[in-house]
């Protein structure tokens, strides 16, 4: 018999520091809060301090997802973390770091790197070990602190990030007509260059010339980004959406990946489905990567509440290029 995983918990939480748009004005940038607003939805975004690190956000979400479920850490059997601002440049990863902090050991704990895909494509992940029928609860952590590889000087990408995390728990369902009906990632390698961190890898290390250059912060083509996310991922929609014999009219919410007001206006539009199924949360903490769709998914469950035989729909897209879809019924 086939098994099915669900989504029993969520969490998320945000650094304490709000930046507002002004904050960019204020250092000089040519910019205005109407401006920023306009082109990309966004009013405001949270910044961690100096102090704090992607294993101290994805911590204090899996905490707060454990507290909603009235579950202990000691139930966690595998942890699986998407980032793409590790603690580390390189080892530990930041889901051994985490379960540290959580103290469950003698589990399994990796980190995906997927970008603004990353949530969807852990729980991809997720959903291939729970069929093994070995796991019984998949903890799965989106989170990032773009702020920490952001160009504070190039206006293009500054304005946009965030930093926040986001969690879920996973576990079996009872049965094959709940929880994640379909999940579906994707990749075109031919694309990375569009939205990349170009230097300070392996390939790049880093050293004063890249200092100076900054070349190891983000770097992005925005037309080529928006473009793509839209054919991509309205196109996987449908395509998914057909597998599990469902149509845009079926869905009763959609969650994109926070990247820009304008992007996740245009992929409803194309897909002929209201702005109000469209669950955002941009306008208050701006672009946070992986961390965005758990984010949106978490705070919209703690105001509204998803309801029983809800079919929701998660759509990620980001660097590498990557993409993915996941179709749950509650």
């Not at 939205?195 to 290390?205: E, I, Q």
């Not at 083509?221 to 473009?227: E, R």
């Not at 009219?249 to 897909?271: E, F, G, W």
Request: charged fraction near 20%; include cysteine.
């Amino acid at each position: 018999m086939s098994v099915a995983a669900k989504i029993i918990s969520l969490g998320h939480t945000k650094p304490t520091r709000k930046i507002s748009n002004q904050y960019f004005v204020e250092m000089g940038l040519d910019t205005s809060d109407e401006w920023i607003k306009e082109r990309t939805g966004i009013h405001s975004r949270y910044f961690t301090n100096n102090e704090k690190a992607s294993s101290d956000l994805g911590y204090e979400a899996a905490i707060n997802c454990l507290d909603n479920a009235n579950l202990k850490s000691s139930a966690i059997d595998l942890i699986i973390v998407a980032t793409s601002t590790p603690d580390h440049n390189g080892f530990p990863s930041t889901a051994c770091l985490i379960q540290e902090k959580l103290k469950c050991p003698n589990i399994p704990a990796f980190d995906i790197s997927a970008a603004c895909s990353g949530f969807v494509y852990a729980l991809s992940t997720a959903e291939g070990f729970l069929a093994t029928k070995k796991y019984s609860n998949i903890l799965v952590i989106g989170v990032d602190c773009l702020s920490k590889i952001t160009n504070m000087e190039d206006r293009g990408t500054c304005i946009l990030f965030g930093d926040g995390a986001g969690a879920a728990l996973l576990s079996q369902s009872d049965t094959i007509d709940e929880g994640i009906l379909l999940s579906t990632i994707n990749a075109n390698g031919s694309l990375a260059n569009i939205l990349a961190v170009p230097k300070g890898g392996s390939k790049h290390p880093f050293n004063e010339t890249i200092a100076k250059e900054k070349s190891h912060f983000i770097e992005m083509d925005g037309q080529s980004v928006f473009k793509q996310a839209i054919k991509l991922v309205v196109n996987e929609i449908k395509q998914s959406l057909l597998s599990v014999n469902l149509t845009p009219p079926d869905i009763d919410y959609l969650i994109c990946h926070q990247a820009n007001q304008r992007i996740l206006d245009k992929i409803c539009q194309n897909l002929s489905i209201p702005l109000e199924k469209s669950i955002t949360n941009i306008h208050k903490f701006g672009n946070t990567s992986a961390a965005s769709i758990p984010l949106a998914m978490s705070e919209f469950h703690n105001q509204t509440g998803f309801k029983k035989g809800d079919i929701i729909v998660l759509a990620g897209f980001g660097a590498g290029f990557t993409w993915g879809i996941t179709i749950i019924k509650w």
